[in-house]
């Protein structure tokens, strides 16, 4: 397995499309995070889920943006109606839960540039 | 609600130094705590974990110390060279070990 895996890399969309970002985790990771970065920010928490179960989204996380595992695997993050405040990195990380050595690897990151 | 805070915010440094990054964090009810390290535009590349139960964890030139009681985390960097200039990102997890929570990270240039 050679890590967590996002597509695409980079992302350019007009305002008002809707888009969809994909991440792979690490194969034996029953859990997956979702954040966002701005420039020169550290990431800040989106979601995350246990297996296909959603257990926690932020505030950052409106209505416009929807996540989903649906067989406990891959996720997806799609934004509907994009705006240029959407602007940003997007980070997929996983783990393996409940472990007392639990640690997140994440993804190279999607970057999103609403024009 | 969790804060953390990295001081500095940025270092410049020549080649050879050591140097010390600094984290404060404002809930010390945290599960285990990592740093990470950030190239521009890319993403983030796991350096070192330390468990709840520990006080330090070292990996090659890094070490990284933990103070749960006073919400205190640094890292050592010995003998530091060009290739470690990239931002350093402190990230407590939270005590239910369902989110790691960053501060804005330190950007460190090591200057040949």
């Known amino acids: 397995d050679t890590g967590v895996s996002q597509d695409p890399r980079h992302k350019i969309t007009k305002r008002g499309q809707n888009v969809t970002f994909r991440c792979d985790p690490i194969?034996?990771?029953?859990?997956l995070y979702w954040y966002r970065q701005t420039l020169g920010q550290g990431p800040e928490f989106l979601t995350y889920?246990?297996?296909?179960?959603?257990?926690?989204k932020s505030r950052l996380l409106s209505d416009r943006f929807s996540a989903e595992r649906p067989k406990g695997s891959f996720s997806t993050l799609e934004i509907q109606r994009t705006e240029q405040g959407d602007s940003a990195m997007y980070l997929c990380?996983?783990?393996?839960?409940?472990?007392?050595?639990?640690?997140?690897?994440f993804g190279q990151g999607t970057r999103l540039t609403v024009v | 609600k969790q804060e953390v805070t990295q001081i500095p915010a940025a270092l410049s440094v020549p080649e050879g130094e050591n140097l010390v990054l600094n984290c404060s964090f404002t809930?010390?009810?945290?599960?285990?705590l990592q740093w990470f390290r950030q190239d521009p535009g890319k993403g983030l590349t796991s350096l070192l974990l330390?468990?709840?139960?520990?006080r330090e964890q070292t990996s090659g030139r890094l070490n990284a110390s933990l103070d749960k009681s006073s919400g205190r985390s640094t890292l050592y960097i010995a003998a530091s060279q060009p290739g470690d200039s990239a931002t350093y990102l402190c990230?407590?997890?939270?005590?239910?070990?369902?989110?790691?929570?960053f501060g804005s990270g330190t950007r460190l240039s090591i200057r040949p």
């Open positions: 990380a996983s783990s393996f839960g409940g472990a007392v050595d639990t640690e997140a690897f």
């Open positions: 194969s034996e990771h029953n859990r």
């Open positions: 889920f246990q297996n296909e179960a959603q257990l926690e």
């Open positions: 809930d010390s009810a945290i599960y285990n």
């Open positions: 330390i468990q709840s139960s520990q």
């Open positions: 990230a407590p997890w939270d005590s239910s070990a369902s989110k790691i929570i």
